[in-house]
């Protein structure tokens, strides 16, 4: 018995009966040999912490630009403290870490520039070309590791870490819907994305002077806390609670209502004021104008971006424009900055 073999043993009787084994996963669109120290998660994982889309995440957006103060969030920092807090739901209700960090690791890859400012103007920028379609960075993210990286031959990951990518984004709505992952793996790191992310944006708005401390809805603070630390131990400590038996897996109602108040609050009082938050720079004319120049000059995009797009789509417009948004799409704020100056 190999290393991978013990490993998949230890899983098989020590993770609880929703969590997710190694051994019985659904396996890869094209098979392998299994590794033999690490199971095939763990794998995936690794694959995700080494792909070039994660180490551009550094130099992307989360919700301020990060050229004025180094302690802003990145996506990449947004990307590390959504696995964390995954990782932690998942040891407590006995599921599959491995896992659970492998999506978490690969849930932001194909987000643009300029966080969801970017996003916004890619989105505009590609209906205006096409009115029927539409960019939604988990839709990329999945397209980033089934297609993109590794120049063009994806990174053949298993169906469980591609579900979670592909199920983890909820936009504006609430955690609880029909569209959930299949894993339990899965729905912790859809949860922990919106745990996340209310808590470290509303953290940076208050370093920002977007807001203070006091801001927060008083119910808000009465029941989750007055300091970040009591706010998140708040929240992870009543979702694992509640979640002992429960699938899909959820927070008690009062804390469930109480996380939509505070994403409400940051929508209303931080996401919306994005000429604010961006320095005054206006990223949907950067977006646009990058967007527009490599529809225009198929040059301008790495060849090995034509050619994946040339291989799906053959010699057509469709080929260029999906060229044209992978380009956009993989940049970091600084080369975005940098190409739109020359464009």
Not at 135 to 143: D, K, N
Not at 233 to 252: K, R, W
Not at 254 to 274: C, G, P, S, W
């Amino acid at each position: 018995m190999n290393i991978r073999e013990r490993t998949e043993d230890k899983e098989d009787r020590f993770l609880g009966p929703r969590g997710a084994r190694s051994a019985s996963s659904r396996g890869r669109a094209r098979p392998e040999e299994p590794d033999t120290i690490r199971t095939a998660f763990a794998r995936d994982r690794d694959r995700i912490l080494h792909c070039k889309s994660f180490r551009r995440l550094k130099h992307k957006t989360q919700v301020f630009l990060a050229t004025e103060n180094d302690h802003y969030r990145t996506r990449l920092t947004h990307t590390l403290e959504v696995a964390q807090i995954a990782r932690t739901v998942a040891r407590a209700l006995e599921l599959n870490e491995d896992l659970t960090e492998a999506i978490a690791l690969g849930h932001d890859l194909g987000h643009t520039p300029f966080g969801h400012a970017g996003e916004r103007a890619l989105d505009a920028a590609l209906q205006s070309h096409d009115p029927a379609a539409r960019f939604r960075h988990f839709e990329q993210s999945l397209r980033v590791v089934e297609v993109l990286e590794n120049q063009g031959a994806g990174l053949n990951l298993t169906w469980e870490v591609l579900d979670g990518i592909g199920h983890h984004s909820k936009g504006r709505a609430g955690i609880a819907g029909k569209d959930l992952p299949a894993t339990m793996e899965g729905q912790c790191v859809r949860i922990a994305d919106r745990v996340a992310y209310v808590h470290h944006d509303f953290e940076d708005a208050v370093r920002a002077g977007f807001l203070c401390e006091d801001d927060l809805p008083e119910d808000v603070l009465r029941v989750f806390g007055r300091t970040p630390g009591q706010r998140m131990a708040y929240v992870i400590t009543d979702l694992v609670e509640h979640s002992q038996n429960a699938d899909p897996i959820g927070f008690s109602p009062e804390t469930a209502r109480l996380l939509d108040t505070l994403k409400e609050f940051l929508f209303e009082r931080v996401y919306t004021r994005e000429l604010d938050k961006n320095l005054g720079l206006d990223v949907e004319n950067v977006v646009r104008t990058l967007f527009d120049r490599a529809l225009a000059d198929p040059g301008f995009v790495p060849d090995w971006l034509r050619s994946v797009a040339a291989r799906e789509y053959g010699d057509t417009d469709r080929a260029v424009v999906q060229a044209a948004v992978d380009f956009v799409a993989g940049m970091t704020d600084r080369y975005a900055l940098s190409l739109a100056s020359k464009a």
